[in-house]
C-alpha cells in the first residue's frame, strides 16, 4: 500500500505523523525531505534535537525504533541479525533494543484465555498467579500449576499487539516503497523485500502454535540425549494465542557467579551446550536461533535446559550444500572459489566489481588461513566476512545471515562460561563429516535422480515453449526485449568522440586549404577548430581514466 493511501486513512494517518516525526526528530528522515508531499514537510519540520549530535547514526536509530514502540523494536531485533545488510556497528546497537513492556492487568489476560481455550484461568488450572513474572514485547507468562499438578508457565498475548503490528508493518512498507524509488542508497539494501520479510517474521511470532511445534521438534531431535533438556508442551491447553509449557527450574547462564558456585565443569558444560547447536546446523537443519545466555540455563544434574524457541532458523539441502563449499575454499585458500561461492548464495548488484571482490576476500583469507586451530577467531572472521559481502553490496539470504549471528552468538555465550572455548575446532568435526556425507552412493544417488527430474522437466517443456515461439513468429507477434545496464556513460563517450574526431579532420581540411577567414596564412576556423578538438580529446581522455579508477 502506497505512503499517500495509507494518510488518507484516519486509522493511520496519526500514526504515519507519529513516525515520520520520530525520524525527523532523530535526523533520520533526509531521504524523505525533497519529496513533494505538504503533509510530509509539515511533520518533518520538527528537526533535529540538540542532543543529537553528541550521538552516532546507530545510536539515533536505535533511540528512534525505541520511541516507536513494540513493532520497529522487533524490526530492530530482527535487522540486528543481518550484519551482512547493515554493518557490525549497527548490528551491535540493535542487539541493545529491548521492549519494556507493561503487563496487561489480569482481567484481560483472564479474557483472552477465556476467548481462545473457552474456559477461564480459575477453571483450566489448580492455580494460576495473577501477577506476570515477566512481560516482553510481544506476550506475558504468568506461573500456574495444572489439575495433574504439574508447574507451568503460561504464554499469554498482548491484547491488541496483533492489530498494531498489523498497521504498523503496513506503514513500513509504504515508506519501504519510497526509499526504494527515491533513495538509490537504500535501494541498494532492497527495503520493499525486507519489509515483506519483517511483517512475515513478526506475524508468525506472534502465533504461538509455531512456537509450540518448534519446542515439539527440538524435543523430539534430542529425546534420546538426557543431558539436553526442552520444555514439555501440553497442547490441550495451546492456541495461536496461549502456550502451556513446562516451568523450567535452574540456574540462568547469565548468572556467572552462580554458575561458577554451581560446582559443574563449566568448560564440559559450554562444549556440550555448542555441540547440541552443531547439531542442531549440520544434523537436522533446524536449530534454536537466539542463543544468548538468557534463553540456556543449567538445570539439576548438569542438565541443558533451552527457553524461548519463537526464533528459529532452518537451512536446506543447497544452502547447506553452499556453506560447505564456502568452508571447502577456505580451508584451502581458494579466494576465487569463495568469491563464487558469495556470488551464487547471495544477490550481486549489476556493477559488481568481481575482480575486487576476489582481491577483497583474498585479503580476508591471508589474515585467517594458516593460523592454529587453537588460536583461530571464528567469531572474528565470520564478522569479517560478513562486512566484506556488505561493502560490495551483496545481499545474502536471511538464512544464511541469521546462521552466522546465531554462531557469532554462539560463540560469545560458550566464551561466557569457558574463556578458552574454540568454535573452530568444534565445527570442524561437522565438517569432515559434510564431506564424507556428500560421497555416500546414497548422496550420488539423489543427484542422479534430481538431474533426471530437471531434464525431464525440460524435455516435457521444450516442444511447447519452441511450438509457441514459431507461432508467435509466423503471426509477427514475436518480440525480444533487451536491456541494457549503466550504457549511458559509454555511449556518451562514444558520440563524444565522433564529434571530436569530425571536428578535428573537418579543421584539418580547413586549415590544410587556407580556407578564408584568414590571419597570416592560416585559417581561423581551422585553426580554433584545430585546438577546440584537442581540447576535447584532452578531457575524453581524463574522463576514461578516472572511470577506470
Request: net charge negative; charged share 25%.
Amino acid at each position: 500500500m502506497k505512503l499517500s493511501t495509507l494518510v488518507r486513512m484516519d486509522r493511520s494517518a496519526k500514526r504515519v505523523a507519529e513516525i515520520i516525526g520520530v525520524l525527523g526528530k532523530y535526523g533520520l528522515a533526509d531521504w524523505l525531505s525533497h519529496l513533494d508531499y505538504d503533509w510530509l514537510q509539515r511533520y518533518l519540520q520538527g528537526g533535529r534535537i540538540e542532543e543529537m549530535r553528541d550521538l552516532t547514526t546507530p545510536e539515533r536509530i536505535r533511540l528512534a525504533m525505541t520511541d516507536l514502540g513494540t513493532s520497529f523494536i522487533k524490526v530492530g531485533q530482527i535487522l540486528s541479525t543481518r550484519p551482512d545488510l547493515i554493518g557490525a556497528e549497527l548490528t551491535i546497537e540493535l542487539s541493545k533494543l529491548q521492549a519494556d513492556t507493561p503487563a496487561d492487568d489480569y482481567q484481560q489476560v483472564a479474557e483472552m484465555i477465556r476467548a481462545e481455550l473457552g474456559a477461564g484461568p480459575e477453571e483450566l488450572f489448580a492455580e494460576f498467579e495473577q501477577e506476570a513474572m515477566a512481560s516482553a514485547s510481544i506476550g506475558q507468562v504468568h506461573r500456574a500449576v495444572l489439575k495433574t499438578g504439574e508447574v507451568v508457565v503460561v504464554k499469554v498475548i498482548h491484547q491488541g499487539i496483533e492489530q498494531a503490528v498489523r498497521q504498523d508493518m503496513d506503514i513500513l512498507s509504504g515508506l519501504a516503497e519510497l526509499a526504494e524509488k527515491n533513495s538509490a542508497q537504500l535501494r541498494n539494501y532492497q527495503p520493499m523485500a525486507n519489509a515483506k520479510y519483517f511483517e512475515r517474521t513478526l506475524l508468525r511470532e506472534m502465533d504461538f502454535a509455531y512456537e509450540r511445534r518448534h519446542l515439539e521438534s527440538f524435543a523430539e531431535n534430542f529425546e534420546e540425549d538426557p543431558f539436553i533438556h526442552f520444555p514439555k508442551v501440553y497442547g490441550e491447553f495451546c492456541s495461536q494465542r496461549v502456550l502451556v509449557m513446562e516451568l523450567l527450574e535452574g540456574i540462568p547462564v547469565a548468572d556467572r557467579q552462580a554458575m561458577e558456585a554451581s560446582g559443574v565443569d563449566l568448560e564440559d558444560f559450554a562444549h556440550r551446550g555448542a555441540s547440541m547447536y552443531l547439531d542442531m546446523i549440520f544434523r537436522d537443519g533446524f536449530y534454536h536461533a537466539d542463543p544468548h545466555p538468557g534463553n540456556l540455563m543449567l538445570m539439576q544434574g548438569g542438565v541443558l535446559g533451552v527457553l524461548d524457541a519463537g526464533m528459529v532458523g532452518r537451512i536446506d539441502t543447497d544452502l547447506r550444500e553452499g556453506i560447505e563449499d564456502m568452508l571447502l575454499a577456505a580451508v584451502e585458500g581458494d579466494s576465487g572459489e569463495l568469491a563464487d561461492q558469495v556470488m551464487r548464495i547471495g544477490q550481486t548488484p549489476p556493477e559488481l566489481d568481481r575482480d575486487e571482490l576476489r582481491a577483497e576476500i583474498g585479503d580476508f583469507l591471508a589474515d585467517y588461513v594458516g593460523q592454529s586451530i587453537n588460536d583461530f577467531d571464528t567469531a572474528g572472521a565470520m564478522s569479517r566476512l560478513l562486512e566484506a559481502i556488505r561493502s560490495f553490496h551483496i545481499v545474502m539470504p536471511s538464512s544464511f545471515a541469521l546462521l552466522m549471528k546465531t554462531l557469532v552468538t554462539l560463540d560469545g555465550t560458550a566464551k561466557l562460561l569457558s574463556p578458552n572455548f574454540n568454535l573452530a575446532a568444534l565445527i570442524t568435526p561437522y565438517y569432515r563429516k559434510a564431506i564424507k556425507r556428500r560421497l555416500t552412493p546414497k548422496r550420488l544417488l539423489t543427484e542422479v535422480h534430481r538431474s533426471y527430474r530437471d531434464w525431464k522437466r525440460l524435455a516435457d517443456a521444450l516442444p511447447r515453449d519452441l511450438t509457441d515461439i514459431l507461432a508467435r513468429v509466423r503471426k509477427g507477434t514475436f518480440e525480444v526485449q533487451m536491456e541494457h545496464r549503466r550504457l549511458e556513460g559509454t555511449v556518451d563517450r562514444l558520440v563524444n568522440g565522433l564529434l571530436t574526431a569530425a571536428l578535428f579532420v573537418g579543421s584539418a581540411m580547413m586549415w590544410s586549404t587556407a580556407a578564408p577567414p584568414t590571419v597570416w596564412g592560416v585559417s581561423v576556423f581551422g585553426a580554433v577548430g584545430c585546438l577546440l578538438a584537442f581540447w576535447m580529446g584532452f578531457w575524453l581522455i581524463r574522463a576514461i581514466r578516472k572511470s577506470k579508477k
